[in-house]
C-alpha cells in the first residue's frame, strides 16, 4: 500500500489540488497528515476530494472546528497527537517535534511522522524512523511530501514541483 505523508499545508489550495491528482495517477491509498491544513475550508476540501482514509492531527495554526471533524467519515482525527496501526506497524503522529519525546516515552513506534518545521527529514531515534515530509504550504521553501511504500517498507520525500 502506498501512503502519503503531508503537513502544513496552511490554505494552500493550489498545491493540495496538485497533491490529490498525483496521488489519485499514482495508486496513493491512504494519506496522513500531521497537521496546519489551517481553516475549516481547506479540511473540507481535503476530506470530500481524498475519498480514502485520512489520518489527521491538529497543528498549532488549525482554527476549525474539532467536532466537525467527526462528520468526515473517512478522516481519522487524533487532536494534538495519536497513534494508528497500519499494516502491522505502529505509528505515531504528531505536528510538533517537542511532541517526538512524548511519544517515544509512551510507547515502542516503527515510524513517527511530525511537521511544524516545513523542513523535509527523515531520522532514527531509539529505533524508531522519524519522518517530516516538509510542507505542501510552502510560501518561503518549496513544497514537499512523503510517500511510504508499506510493502517495501520504503519511504520516500519529493518535491511538488518534480512529480
Not at 21 to 47: F, H, P, Q, S
Not at 54 to 80: F, P, Q, S
Not at 98 to 114: M, P, V
Request: charged share 25%; proline share 2%.
Amino acid at each position: 500500500m502506498r501512503i502519503v505523508i503531508i503537513a502544513d499545508i496552511h490554505d494552500n489550495i493550489v498545491n493540495l489540488e496538485k497533491l490529490i491528482k498525483w496521488c489519485r495517477d499514482n495508486g496513493v491509498e491512504e494519506m496522513i497528515c500531521a497537521g496546519d491544513v489551517t481553516n475549516a475550508e481547506t479540511l473540507e476540501y481535503l476530506a470530500e476530494e481524498f475519498k480514502n482514509n485520512i489520518y489527521l492531527i491538529r497543528g498549532n495554526m488549525d482554527i476549525y472546528d474539532e467536532v466537525k471533524v467527526c462528520n468526515y467519515k473517512n478522516v481519522k482525527y487524533y487532536g494534538r497527537f495519536g497513534m494508528a496501526e497500519i499494516e502491522g506497524k505502529k505509528i505515531g503522529i504528531c505536528h510538533e517535534p517537542t511532541f517526538i519525546q512524548e511519544l517515544l516515552k509512551k510507547d515502542k513506534y516503527s515510524l513517527i511522522f511530525y511537521g511544524h518545521t516545513h523542513k523535509p527529514w527523515i531520522e532514527e531515534k531509539n529505533g524508531t524512523t522519524v519522518i517530516n515530509p516538509g510542507t505542501l504550504g510552502a510560501v518561503f521553501q518549496k513544497a514537499s511530501f512523503a510517500v511510504w511504500d508499506t510493502t517495501t517498507a520504503k519511504i520516500d520525500l519529493n518535491l511538488l514541483e518534480l512529480v
